[in-house]
């Protein structure tokens, strides 16, 4: 009995031992823990100064009233504009046609813009491109830019019928079209509605990924209206910042002012009405059905930062598009033609150079 409690006592002794070791280690992990957690969240902190100021700007008190048709914006190259009828409405569809400054290849391609942008955006684009020998046309879409701003029910049908009369207007009868976030979407109507016109296809960072019908409910016209009216300089830089994850640039202000400027105009009210009604259109005429009648060969390009499911999202653009390339560009936002250039300008012309189609028209004299 004395060797079975002299086993229980060094048993007891063994396992206050053990607790007092497990407890140690426990407190170790814990504090290591501690620390790390520490460091993650100082770095996401670091991280979130870089993307974004801790405070909103203040509103500047030196920006003047701005046009609605961007007169005072400016481009780089030549505006020219082609007078239309929409709606019953005299209207003009302005427009860049860049001559290649490279040897000419013979070949087109044609630039669509997003929802917050226009075409001077592209200026960085346009160069690296006409050094390659293309020809670049670069409209404003009715609506945005230099364009005329008409009240009429917005649609990609009527974009992309726009955009098909200027290219017969200058005499292009294949190009390379190339639409970035609502210029994606653009893009992804135009080559299924124009597949003769359409050499190839680039879906850039597009928006409405889904059917937004089934993602959020209606916002009446008038509600959205009412919103876009009261725009404030703090908005106007939250809806361009967000747009960048790896800091914001000096050279971004500009457009956060011009937007701004906008508000300040007599034209504002009509102009906030323009805005409603591109915003909604995006809603009403989806083209994630369009993506299956898709045949020109296509590359899904974007940067892999743009919300949480692009990535996702655009494989699966990708894989509905007979035949589809896809390429994402690592840790770069919604803009990667500003973030990160020279991978976009890569990945764009690798794209455009494979399998080369024959020239379809002669380049521009311009």
Not at 1 to 25: D, P, V, W, Y
Not at 162 to 181: D, P
Not at 241 to 250: E, L, M, N, S
Not at 322 to 344: C, K, Q, R, T, Y
């Amino acid at each position: 009995m004395s060797n079975n409690a002299s086993i229980l006592i060094r048993a007891s002794g063994h396992t206050r031992s053990n607790r007092k070791e497990h407890s140690r280690q426990q407190a170790l992990w814990v504090a290591a823990c501690l620390v790390l957690l520490a460091t993650v969240a100082l770095a996401g902190e670091v991280a979130a100064q870089d993307r974004a100021p801790a405070q909103l700007p203040p509103t500047p008190t030196d920006v003047k009233p701005g046009s609605i048709t961007l007169e005072d914006v400016p481009y780089p190259y030549a505006v020219l504009y082609l007078p239309m009828t929409v709606y019953g409405q005299d209207v003009r569809m302005a427009y860049m046609d860049v001559a290649p400054s490279g040897q000419p290849n013979g070949r087109t391609v044609v630039l669509l813009h997003g929802m917050n942008f226009f075409g001077e955006y592209w200026t960085g684009t346009i160069d690296v491109l006409r050094k390659q020998g293309f020809r670049v046309v670069v409209p404003d879409q009715i609506g945005f830019g230099r364009s005329s701003k008409p009240i009429i029910p917005y649609n990609f049908h009527d974009m992309a019928l726009n955009t098909r009369k200027l290219l017969q207007h200058l005499g292009i009868s294949k190009a390379a079209i190339v639409g970035h976030s609502m210029g994606g979407m653009l893009t992804a109507r135009f080559a299924a509605s124009y597949p003769d016109m359409t050499e190839r296809a680039v879906i850039y960072n597009p928006i409405e990924l889904t059917d937004p019908r089934w993602e959020r409910p209606w916002r009446s016209t008038d509600e959205a209206y009412k919103q876009t009216l009261g725009l404030t300089y703090q908005q106007a830089y939250q809806g361009i910042a967000r747009y960048f994850v790896t800091g914001w640039k000096p050279e971004y202000e500009k457009y956060v002012r011009i937007h701004y400027a906008w508000t300040l105009s007599g034209d504002w009210p009509r102009f906030a009405m323009v805005r409603t009604l591109v915003q909604q259109m995006t809603y009403l005429d989806p083209v994630v059905y369009d993506w299956p009648h898709i045949k020109v060969k296509t590359l899904v390009l974007g940067g892999d930062k743009d919300g949480a499911n692009f990535p996702d999202r655009a494989k699966h653009i990708a894989d509905t598009i007979p035949g589809a390339e896809l390429v994402l560009i690592p840790n770069i936002g919604h803009v990667p033609h500003f973030e990160a250039p020279d991978l976009f300008y890569k990945a764009l012309l690798k794209f455009l150079n494979s399998d080369a189609a024959m020239p379809m028209q002669k380049p521009a004299n311009r």
